[in-house]
């Protein structure tokens, strides 16, 4: 395999891992995948079907040992495939707002460092029906091989934005028309009495600090999840994904 990606600046493409998010980019044809990369001792209906696809999209397909799709995904997360892809079109502001306005959820993280939560997030997010998820520049997982493999697929459905500042965005959104609802763990609201406008943004912060007081004092309402004597809290993805299931019970696809 012709080693890509040497050089130290930003690449013109992306690396996607994993059975599902290399088949979902197959799929979905957001983008264009330009090679996809299979072990070649692994075997079995996943890998043929993802042969199929890529051939039948006129793909070419490359056999290598493990070791180079480890190295091709900086870790063994990789499940025996991979791809290179052009990167998927940055979302405008417009469109975020007005996928809110359509009953498509957003998500806005702040500082949340483990790219496992991340792709978690997406995951839920294109689940729901999410209609993207904004994430800090700085202080912040961005978006690498490891979430598109934890996404499983998402990214290629859910929009990932990068914002200055996620406190500005949250006052961008609410003078949009959005209704931004923090989660938090001692929040006011409860979730399952809280009616959602049908235009919402929900607001987590980091696995450690939380909301914070100036993003938590920006959000319309901050609400708690209810939970179980002696479990003390959920994991920033887990309570992405529980809030928005209720928001899509409140408003469910057509």
Same mark, same amino acid.
């Given at each position: ?21 290399v ?12 090679t ?22 006129g793909?070419?397909?490359n ?14 997360f990789?499940q ?22 359509e ?10 460092e ?5 792709g978690? !997030?997406?995951?839920?997010?294109? @689940? ?5 998820? =904004?994430?800090?520049? %700085? &202080? #912040?997982? *961005? ?10 697929g998402?990214?290629?459905y ?31 609201l ?10 919402t ?8 600090a ?13 609400v ?6 002696? !479990?003390?809290?959920?994991?920033? @993805? ?5 809030? =928005?299931?209720?928001? %899509? &019970? #409140?408003? *469910?696809?057509?």
């Amino acid at each position: 395999m012709a080693r890509r990606g040497r050089g130290t600046g930003p690449q013109p493409f992306d690396v996607i891992v994993g059975r599902h998010s290399v088949r979902a980019a197959l799929v979905a044809g957001r983008r264009t995948v330009s090679t996809v990369v299979v072990d070649c001792e692994d075997r079995g209906p996943a890998f043929d079907e993802i042969r199929q696809l890529a051939r039948a999209a006129g793909v070419r397909v490359n056999a290598v040992v493990g070791r180079e799709l480890t190295r091709l995904a900086g870790g063994d997360f990789h499940q025996g495939v991979g791809a290179y892809a052009e990167k998927l079109p940055a979302p405008s502001w417009d469109g975020l707002v007005a996928a809110a306005r359509e009953g498509h959820p957003l998500v806005l993280l702040n500082h949340v460092e483990d790219p496992r939560n991340l792709g978690a !997030v997406v995951r839920s997010a294109a @689940a729901f029906g999410g209609g993207g998820v =904004l994430i800090p520049a %700085r &202080r #912040q997982a *961005p978006v690498t091989p490891a979430v598109a493999k934890a996404a499983e697929g998402g990214l290629e459905y859910v929009p990932v934005a990068t914002v200055g500042n996620v406190a500005q965005a949250v006052r961008k959104l609410k003078a949009a028309g959005v209704w931004c609802y923090g989660l938090e763990g001692d929040g006011d609201l409860e979730l399952g009495t809280v009616e959602f406008n049908a235009a919402t943004a929900l607001v987590l912060g980091g696995e450690d600090a939380g909301l914070g007081g100036p993003l938590r004092r920006e959000c319309d309402g901050v609400v708690a999840i209810p939970l179980d004597e002696g !479990v003390t809290s959920l994991n920033v @993805a887990a309570a992405a994904a529980v809030a =928005l299931y209720e928001f %899509r &019970r #409140q408003f *469910p696809l057509p």
